[in-house]
């Protein structure tokens, strides 16, 4: 069966530090890749996506994520957090040619800024 | 802007209670979801559409159903309120194979 892994559940870091969340998935075939952000007490809304070319995406408010497909991973990264970037992080996987469009997301990994 | 509106932010239902979640996007969208949110689980696909009329199950559908008469609109129905289904729910529309699912606010339902 298809799915997302994120490899870490509560992440916290003080303001400054670099960030990384681990996303894995399981599928054979060619996807559409996704982070998705949820900040506190608002809807869930998209950070950044990958369909082709440069393995490196570049998101809003300086996030940043690689696809390196023989790892099947697309892990998150910011060089600096901000206490703003306080959140819930999903990655999403989209496997290309399912009719519909579903989405299957990872269980979500919680970042904690410490100010 | 894509707008997803969810008709309620907080819902408080009976067990046993039919219990209807609209959802409406202006972006004539064809795909829509439902999903229901819960901590440590991510978001698990209860039903999409493709198309009105068109439903899919997805991987959680038990205990509920849905509704898509117009293209804007998607409603997810329980028929009978459990408590186990006290839970987030959040609704999603796409359009096209690159899928950029946008989100409605979420409907925190608590059955009692």
């Known amino acids: 069966a298809q799915s997302v892994s994120q490899h870490n559940h509560h992440v916290i870091l003080s303001e400054a530090a670099s960030l990384e969340l681990g996303c894995n998935y399981s599928y054979g075939g060619t996807v559409n890749l996704f982070w998705y952000v949820q900040y506190p007490g608002q809807h869930l809304q998209l950070l950044l996506k990958?369909?082709?070319?440069?393995?490196l995406v570049k998101g809003i408010k300086g996030f940043e994520a690689e696809f390196i497909k023989s790892k099947f991973s697309f892990n998150l990264r910011k060089p600096s957090v901000q206490w703003s970037d306080t959140a819930e992080y999903f990655c999403a996987v989209s496997p290309i040619g399912n009719q519909g469009g579903k989405l299957i997301f990872g269980q979500g990994t919680e970042l904690s800024v410490k100010p | 802007d894509v707008k997803v509106t969810q008709s309620s932010r907080y819902l408080v239902k009976r067990t046993g209670e039919k219990v209807f979640l609209e959802c409406v996007q202006d972006?004539?969208?064809?795909?829509m979801f439902w999903y229901r949110q819960d901590p440590g689980l991510g978001l698990r696909l209860i039903y999409f559409?493709?198309?009105?009329?068109?439903?899919e199950k997805g991987d959680i559908p038990e205990g509920y159903s849905v509704s898509r008469e117009k293209k804007e609109r998607f409603s997810l129905i329980l028929e009978s309120a459990s408590t186990n289904q006290t839970s987030m729910y959040l609704c999603a529309s796409s359009q096209g194979a690159k899928n950029i699912q946008y989100f409605g606010a979420g409907t925190r339902l608590s059955v009692l």
């Open positions: 559409s493709y198309d009105v009329k068109m439903k």
């Open positions: 972006m004539d969208h064809e795909n």
């Open positions: 990958y369909f082709s070319g440069d393995p």
